[in-house]
């Protein structure tokens, strides 16, 4: 099993133009999250997805996009980049069976904007 | 406010030394998460708990419910156990919110 993987590990941008980042999992996971780690704070909560089909706004939602393709990939796209979206992005997923289960994280990816 | 504090923000030990890092949390949870950032920039989950203690090598994880409080101890600790170390505490929902980390430099 290749776990969480995520593409791509670095990218850099100027501002206004648009990527999406990739995330996949292979542990037939329900529940799929997209953060940012910033120096200096936790890992914030971009958007998550519980299922299939299904998408919310986690704490910091503000100038990206999700899209849960299928239960195995969940993409973050942002539409016109900003320097305050430099950050390391990490996917992260987690079955959910009937007890809180573990979260598997991709490796990131480092994001510039300049 | 659902909120996770973590302490020390940095700790640095002799190689041998007992560890211990230190997560306070606000309110009741479902579940506490202790992840490892290695210095390349993975995450990898140590330990998932609710109550009680869990011990995985020369890690123990403990948590006190009415205290609001866990801990992380690394016994005889090692310069490979150098890594940011993160608790999260499950709210009651799906999300976890996360403590800012610890950051553990062991000097051999």
């Known amino acids: 099993n290749a776990g969480v993987t995520q593409t791509p590990k670095f990218q850099v941008l100027k501002t206004g133009q648009s990527m999406t980042l990739q995330c996949a999992q292979d542990m037939n996971h329900n529940s799929m999250y997209w953060y940012r780690q910033d120096p200096g704070m936790g890992l914030r909560l971009i958007y998550y997805?519980?299922?299939?089909?299904?998408?919310d706004k986690g704490e910091v939602p503000n100038g990206y996009n999700v899209s849960r393709l299928n239960k195995r990939e969940f993409s973050l796209r942002l539409e016109s980049a900003a320097p305050s979206q430099t950050s390391v992005y990490f996917c992260?997923?987690?079955?959910?069976?009937?007890?809180?289960?573990?979260?598997?994280f991709g490796p990131g990816t480092r994001l510039t904007v300049t | 406010k659902n909120e996770v504090e973590q302490s020390p923000q940095n700790l640095t030990a002799q190689e041998g030394e007992f560890i211990t890092i230190n997560c306070s949390y606000s309110v009741g949870i479902s579940a506490l998460h202790w992840l490892q950032q290695h210095p390349g920039g993975g995450i990898v989950s140590l330990f998932m708990l609710s109550s009680g203690k869990k011990k995985h090598g020369r890690l123990i994880a403990t948590i006190n419910i009415q205290e609001k409080h866990s801990s992380l101890h690394i016994t005889a600790s090692h310069p490979r156990d150098s890594a940011v170390y993160i608790c999260?505490?499950?709210?009651?929902?799906?999300?976890?919110?996360f403590g800012t980390g610890t950051r553990l430099t062991i000097i051999p």
């Open positions: 992260a997923s987690t079955g959910w069976g009937l007890d809180p289960d573990e979260q598997y």
């Open positions: 997805s519980a299922s299939e089909g299904t998408t």
């Open positions: 999260a505490a499950l709210f009651g929902n799906e999300k976890l919110t």
